[in-house]
């Protein structure tokens, strides 16, 4: 006899011939524990020995050991919560991806995570919409981050802020490097290339 189909043999040797739990095991070629498991369980059911005759090993086993409903319901991930993270400097997807597989391991894939991050953005997302006049504004974004630059004449490292200004379509960034030509802000020195314009636009806009 192999696995759960020791069952009733368990039980006859324990209320019909009284033996032990270490005798048991051995007769029936299973573990002490296997025998305590099965009596304990027995115990706890609505079943008593005799069993009725009813009662095959099919239907003793589905009695003893009931199958816990799966849940597919895996963890959701907080998406406002995504988004306010993603704002932070150095944050990207697939970090804040691998951080939920961290907590919730049954989680799901990034292939997922992704399309239901941008699915949540676009129903959620609020738009401002804007008429431009062609050349009256230009649009300054901060990476938030720096790279390092080296002087190909003296040799010399420094960190710069990465720039990119906006007319309608966006541009290629521009680097911050020193003596450059920029405006102030309240908030902060933001520095564009003037010399690549044909004419300066009538506002400037930092953005945020």
Known sequence: MKGKTKLREVFRLKFEHHLSERKIAQSCNISRSTVKDYLARLSVSELTWPLPESINEHTLEQQLFPVKPSSNKQAQ???????QALRHPGMTLMRLWQEYKTCHPDGYQYSWFSDQYRSWKNQVGVVMQQNHIAGDKLFIGYAGQTMIV????TGEVRQTQILSPHWELPSTPILKPPGANR???ESAHMYVPLTTLEAPPAHWFPII
């Not at 080296?150 to 004449?153: F, K, W």
């Open 183 to 185: 405006f102030r802000t």
């Open 150 to 153: 080296v002087d190909q004449y």
């Open 77 to 83: 991930p907080d998406w406002s919560q995504i988004h």
